[in-house]
């Protein structure tokens, strides 16, 4: 750390008034306010969208709900605008929705990042709704093969019965198989 009589570049005080890591360097406030001037300038120079999101317009509310929340945080309503995206990422009638003004650079891949989440949500669903229709038809197959299976253990007991390898004891007789 610099504690020296050399003066800082940014605000002239000395290592003594305003300590930095070397005596090169601008003080940890000049640093700061290099830092805030850098960020502004970045600011200014971003490309803004207006959009308007819909609050309905996606068939998912899981997935509308989302894309509200993570429009509204890039929302800079201060910020310049050079384009609008007429529908936002996705469209319904109406004005029930959110107006926003995004980085430009963000639209395209929130765009594709929330239709892909619909999609691969709906195809989710439309595979858990069809479950149901999966197990009755597996069910129904296990039942039909446990009744023939038994139909055929029936014949081939009564075969057993005819030739008098089982007797009527062990026809009668309790089994407790559990």
């Not at 910020?79 to 529908?87: D, L, M, P, R």
């Not at 959110?98 to 594709?112: D, G, H, M, Q, V």
Request: with cysteine; hydrophobic share 30%; net charge negative.
């Amino acid at each position: 750390m610099y504690k020296g009589k050399e003066v800082c570049q940014g605000c002239q005080k000395t290592g003594i008034e305003a300590p930095r890591w070397d005596k090169e360097r601008l003080c940890n406030s000049c640093q700061s306010i290099l830092e805030i001037g850098k960020a502004e300038k970045h600011e200014k120079e971003t490309e803004y969208t207006h959009i308007f999101q819909h609050y309905h317009a996606f068939r998912n509310e899981m997935i509308g709900k989302l894309a509200i929340e993570i429009i509204g945080a890039l929302n800079n309503p201060t910020a310049k605008t050079t384009t609008t995206e007429q529908g936002g990422f996705k469209y319904s009638s109406g004005s029930n929705g959110i107006r926003a003004c995004i980085p430009s650079n963000t639209f395209e891949p929130l765009k594709k990042f929330f239709n892909e989440a619909e999609e691969l949500f709906n195809n989710h669903r439309k595979e858990v709704d069809g479950l149901p229709k999966i197990i009755e038809e597996r069910l129904s197959e296990e039942r039909n093969r446990i009744y023939n299976e038994g139909i055929e253990a029936g014949r081939d007991l009564l075969n057993q019965l005819n030739r008098g390898e089982v007797t009527i004891d062990d026809f009668n007789k309790t089994v407790i198989k559990y």
